[in-house]
């Protein structure tokens, strides 16, 4: 058996192996480092992909949402509700920007956003809700903008673990997860599902008024070379790593394929186990494209199992373990331990296993075998 790895990006490698090494020449060749061809044809590559209007791609998944702020023109004391169970970035840039975050619990089957929470959250000062689509799962997007459109809130979804997944609507109608709300942002970190060689991301919006705000503040508030009409940043994407994230764009299906299979198989061997909670997927299979594949453990050896699991070379990891709201950077008065019960039992509960493209059903095998006799 081969050894088994949390993210095996050398396997996925060698299946483009030609394809990056023939662009990063011509690259190099042609010394267009920035804003070269391969970030311009990457641009319209995954707006056809996603079927939005415009993807300005920036610098990495952090400043994507930093940028989605900056671009709704919200000002410091404005709220931002975002959730209390997801990676730091997403509260870090409300905060940084002088913006007030208020974090609510998330729902227990999904690990994503309570629309009911949302709602409790509201305040008068309130101008827009973040959902994550956590580990590949889609939010209850119907929910959000729901109350998003009662409200006249904007929607920034953080699509950084989400990348091809697709919301069906109540309605019927299918969406590709960062494509619903105002903006959607993307990270295209190496061991994202879409990851590129070193730092990346990207804006998603059907506003055309917003991506051309978006791309003026991408680039230093310019509009005009040298004229700087407002505060911006220096956010881009490189072209090798556009030539990387070419390479894959065509096969983020089937790598997103790759990983729903494995999961499935995880979970036919893991289900019957009654201390073990399987995700669920709420909805439709494609609505999950499983970044990462994360167990609850019921029976209060978590921590345990972390350790065994280790000592039997299965590399494993917790996401999250500890909530946002109770992070000392995050800490605020208006918070009530009883307003994160969810949160609050799920980083004790949650470890995520090993989930990447190239996983093979004996790994699966042993690693559940291994879980199973354990817990
Ligand atoms: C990875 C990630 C980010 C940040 O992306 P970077 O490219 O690392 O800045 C933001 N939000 C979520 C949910 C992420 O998983």
Known sequence: MKKIQMVDLKG??????????????????????????????????????????????????????????????????DEVITVDFTFAATVEVIALLGLTPVLVDVEKDSFNIDPVAIKNAITPKTKAIVPVHLFGQSANMDGVMEIANEHNLYVIEDNAQAIGANYHFKDGSIKKTGTIGHIGTTSFFPSKNLGCYGDGGALFTNDEKLAHTIRGIVNH?????????????????????????????????????????????????????????????VGDDDTHVFHQYSLRILNGKRDELLKHLQSKDIPCGIYYPIPLHSQKAYKDNRYNEGDFKNTNELVKEVIALPMHTELEEEQINYITQTINDFI
């Open 12 to 77: 996925q490698y060698e299946g483009i192996k030609n394809q990056v090494n023939n662009s990063f020449q011509e690259v190099l060749e042609n010394t267009s480092f920035i804003n070269g061809p391969e970030v311009h044809n990457f641009q319209s590559e995954l707006e056809k992909y996603l079927g939005v209007n415009h993807v300005i791609p920036c610098a990495n998944g952090t400043d994507a949402l930093q940028i989605a702020m900056m671009g709704l023109g919200l000002k410091p004391g």
């Open 221 to 281: 508030g310019m509009y005009e070379r040298y004229h700087h009409d407002v505060v911006g940043v220096n956010s881009r994407l490189d072209s090798l790593q556009a030539a990387v994230l070419r390479a894959k764009l065509p096969n983020l299906d089937a790598y997103n394929n790759a990983r729903r299979n494995a999961a499935k198989l995880y979970s036919e061997k893991l289900r019957r186990n009654k201390n073990i909670q399987a995700p669920t997927i």
